[in-house]
T-cell receptor
Framework: AQSVTQPDIHITVSEGASLELRCNYSYGATPYLFWYVQSPGQGLQLLLKYFSGDTLVQGIKGFEAEFKRSQSSFNLRKPSVHWSDAAEYFCAAVRNTDKLIFGTGTRLQVFP | SQTIHQWPATLVQPVGSPLSLECTVEGTSNPNLYWYRQAAGRGLQLLFYSVGIGQISSEVPQNLSASRPQDRQFILSSKKLLLSDSGFYLC???????????FGSGTRLTVV
């Protein structure tokens, strides 16, 4: 079955530290991949997406993600985290159908 | 411009009461429509998916139903709410084959 896994439920970092959020997918073929952010009580905002081409994708708010086919991964990174980055982050994938499947999310907490 | 409206923003309902959440899309025709639920610790789960009027695909067995009476209207319903129906419900739309998803602002449902 198609699935998206985010192994880290909760991550805590200090402001200014680097960040990496993990995402793995299980699909028969490489899906289209997305990262979304959800601030408390809000809807979802798209950070970035990967369809094909360059495996390092730049997104909004200083985020980037790297697609690694050999590891079935699409990890999200940011070199220096700001307190305003505290939120829940979702990795998602779609392939063949239009049904976007999400991982369980990673809650990011940022300490000053 | 294309927008998505979802209401109400918050709802508190007693167990056994009916439910109706509405989602409407503006500025596009024949969109794919989706209902997702976000429950604590379970990420975003796709509940229903619709590719056209009267065409509903249920993704998980549950106490809820969905209807699409008009092209840009998607309704989530229940005849009798359960405590386990509590959660954050998100409506979304996309253009078929485009893989660009737009999410509503969500409804926080608490069943008491």
């Amino acid at each position: 079955a198609q699935s998206v896994t985010q192994p880290d439920i909760h991550i805590t970092v200090s402001e200014g530290a680097s960040l990496e959020l993990r995402c793995n997918y299980s699909y028969g073929a490489t899906p289209y991949l997305f990262w979304y952010v959800q601030s408390p009580g809000q809807g979802l905002q798209l950070l970035l997406k990967y369809f094909s081409g360059d495996t390092l994708v730049q997104g909004i708010k200083g985020f980037e993600a790297e697609f690694k086919r050999s590891q079935s991964s699409f990890n999200l990174r940011k070199p220096s985290v700001h307190w305003s980055d505290a939120a829940e982050y979702f990795c998602a994938a779609v392939r063949n159908t239009d049904k976007l499947i999400f991982g369980t999310g990673t809650r990011l907490q940022v300490f000053p | 411009s294309q927008t998505i409206h979802q209401w109400p923003a918050t709802l508190v309902q007693p167990v056994g009461s009916p439910l109706s959440l509405e989602c409407t899309v503006e500025g596009t025709s024949n969109p794919n429509l989706y209902w997702y639920r976000q429950a604590a610790g379970r990420g975003l789960q796709l509940l229903f998916y619709s590719v056209g009027i009267g065409q509903i695909s249920s993704e998980v067995p549950q106490n809820l139903s969905a209807s699409r009476p008009q092209d840009r209207q998607f309704i989530l319903s229940s005849k009798k709410l359960l405590l386990s129906d509590s959660g954050f419900y998100l409506c979304a739309w996309s253009v078929r084959g485009n893989y660009g998803y737009t999410f509503g602002s969500g409804t926080r449902l608490t069943v008491v």
